[in-house]
């Protein structure tokens, strides 16, 4: 009898010694198995889409944050306190893991409001096909203003930024172009900032136009004429002085010199001649 007990003892233990293995077994082959299916998963991710553009600038808060510090603090002091750092997570909560086709005024509004200041009366520079130019003009005279030269512009001006609905939520490699999608962050984005700088104008404002293209200098479809030339307020400005700008070969204006910095050989950059004195 002991004999029998022991051996149906050793059979138990050698059962349950095989479920332990068994279900150890099972356990091993359950994380292999989801391992497996994870990295299944991860590589079947949605991929960034792709467009025609160049991608979000690199370094994008830094630069961002770099150009909202110079300007408050450096550049004009006079706009007062502003919430760089507000501002910048205000931008990026505006675009990132969005599609970028798909961008509304409401994303920017917050960052409108954060950013925004007054202009002084008779200082608004309004451009269509001149920016070079309009720039170079408001650096060497201080009488002027372009949105460039506003706290918004000057952080956005040739930066570029967009969202995708991947990870991480910011596309680096490309962005839509305007013939792409209509409601792209670049687009939605500079509409919004002339809105509001041609909202703020007062007093006398100065546009610049190109009149040596062959579309016209004036056209309905630009950012001046579809957008800044229907807000600026008649109870604000009192005035409207239109630049048509030519070539450099073209009638005599206030920023010729400008323009012969650029093309000193000109001939109508020569405003001396050699003369042969007589005794």
């Known amino acids: 009898m002991p004999f029998r007990q022991g051996s149906a ?30 990295r299944g998963k991860q590589e079947v991710s949605p991929k960034m889409l792709k467009w025609k553009d160049r991608g979000t600038t ?4 830094e630069v961002i944050l770099g150009r909202c510090y110079s300007y408050v603090m450096a550049r004009y002091p006079q706009v007062g306190d502003k ?11 505006g675009f990132i893991y969005k599609n970028p086709c798909n961008i509304t005024p409401e994303d920017y509004q917050p960052l409108m409001e954060l950013a925004s200041h007054p202009i002084p009366c008779n200082k608004s520079l309004f451009w269509s096909k001149t920016s070079d130019l309009a720039h170079r003009y408001t650096k060497s005279n201080q009488n002027f203003l372009t949105l460039e030269d506003t706290l918004l512009g000057y952080m956005a001006d040739r930066v570029s930024w ?9 596309n680096y490699e490309s962005c839509p172009k305007r013939s792409e999608c209509e409601s792209n962050p670049s687009s939605v984005f500079w509409k919004m900032a002339s809105k509001m700088f041609a909202e703020a104008a007062c007093g006398v404002v100065q ?3 190109n009149g040596s293209v062959e579309v016209g200098a004036f056209r309905s479809s630009s950012i001046f004429g579809s957008i800044e030339v229907f ?7 009192s005035a409207v002085h239109i630049w048509l700008m030519h070539d450099i070969g073209g009638p005599q204006r206030p920023v010729q010199l400008l323009q012969c910095v650029h093309n000193p050989d000109h001939t109508d950059c020569r405003l001396c001649t050699n003369t042969t004195a007589t005794p």
């Open 162 to 170: 967009c969202g995708d609905p991947s990870a991480p939520g910011i």
């Open 207 to 209: 546009v610049m136009l």
């Open 83 to 93: 919430d760089c750092l507000k501002i910048w997570e205000s931008l990026k909560h």
């Open 9 to 38: 003892r050793t059979r138990q233990r050698t059962v349950l010694l095989v479920g332990i293995v068994v279900l150890l077994a099972a356990l091993v082959l359950a994380v292999v198995l989801a391992s497996v299916l994870t």
């Open 231 to 237: 807000n600026l307020n008649p109870d604000k400005v």
């Open 58 to 61: 690199k370094n994008l808060q």
